[in-house]
């Protein structure tokens, strides 16, 4: 299960709209890189595939792909609108690691395939 706080919902259906395509949702997932080894990656998509799950998550539609789902499972996503500093921010409760700017990291089972160059 992923969680989205209600100023994240909001904003993200706010994006969302401002997409004008049909049938938009969020797309979660997961890719090796970043300083700690996964990197987490969110987007807007309209194409499943029968490798994603689907959740309903504050009236929003969120996909995730079965390989990523396991290290975000219980992620939660906030929103701080507070300037140049703010934006999403995500808890990841698997991640035993996590780089100083808290966009990547590694867990207890999986350590990814850091690139710390990308940080």
Same mark, same amino acid.
């Given at each position: 299960?992923? =969680?989205?706080?209600?100023?994240?919902? +909001? &904003?993200?259906?706010?994006? #969302?709209t401002?997409?004008?395509?049909?049938?938009?949702?969020?797309?979660l997932?997961?890719?090796?890189?970043?300083?700690?080894?996964?990197?987490?990656?969110?987007?807007?998509d309209?194409?499943?595939?029968?490798?994603?799950?689907?959740?309903?998550? =504050?009236?929003l539609?969120?996909?995730? +792909? &079965?390989?990523?789902?396991? #290290?975000?499972?219980?992620?939660?996503?906030?929103?701080?609108?507070?300037?140049?500093?703010?934006?999403?921010?995500?808890?990841?409760?698997?991640?035993?690691?996590?780089?100083?700017?808290?966009?990547?990291?590694?867990?207890?089972?999986?350590?990814?395939?850091?690139?710390?160059?990308?940080?």
């Amino acid at each position: 299960m992923i =969680n989205i706080s209600d100023s994240a919902s +909001d &904003k993200l259906k706010e994006m #969302l709209t401002e997409q004008e395509i049909p049938n938009m949702f969020l797309r979660l997932g997961v890719q090796e890189g970043g300083c700690s080894g996964f990197s987490y990656a969110m987007g807007f998509d309209d194409e499943e595939s029968e490798n994603d799950v689907y959740m309903d998550v =504050n009236d929003l539609k969120v996909v995730v +792909d &079965k390989q990523s789902l396991p #290290l975000i499972n219980g992620l939660e996503i906030d929103f701080e609108d507070a300037g140049m500093s703010g934006g999403f921010t995500m808890s990841n409760p698997n991640a035993t690691a996590t780089c100083g700017c808290g966009a990547s990291f590694r867990t207890a089972a999986q350590a990814g395939k850091p690139a710390p160059e990308e940080c």
